[in-house]
């Protein structure tokens, strides 16, 4: 599996919610990077495929498409046409 460089993120000490989102990344990719051929692939299904459980489950809300539908107006840097393919901008 081809490994790119990656940018080490400090956490600040004694945040439990940082700590336990990095955390839970971790431990959902040792459990399933070895279903995918590379870290990207693995990194597209968490971030565009996989239905996140802190959103609308029963729309299968993804974490890519509430990040774009978040941002203001007037700093989306991408078409939200775009989008459509993988959950849907309204």
Request: glycine share 4%; aromatic share 14%.
């Amino acid at each position: 599996m081809p490994v790119r460089a990656r940018k080490a993120v400090k956490i600040k000490p004694s945040s439990r919610r940082t700590n336990g989102k990095a955390e839970k990344f971790f431990d959902i990719f040792e459990k399933k990077v070895k279903f995918f051929d590379s870290v990207d692939e693995f990194m597209n299904w968490y971030n565009f495929i996989r239905p996140h459980g802190a959103f609308d489950i029963e729309r299968l809300e993804m974490p890519a498409v509430i990040f774009y539908q978040r941002l203001p107006k007037k700093e989306v840097i991408i078409d939200p046409s775009l989008l459509e393919n993988i959950g849907g901008v309204k």
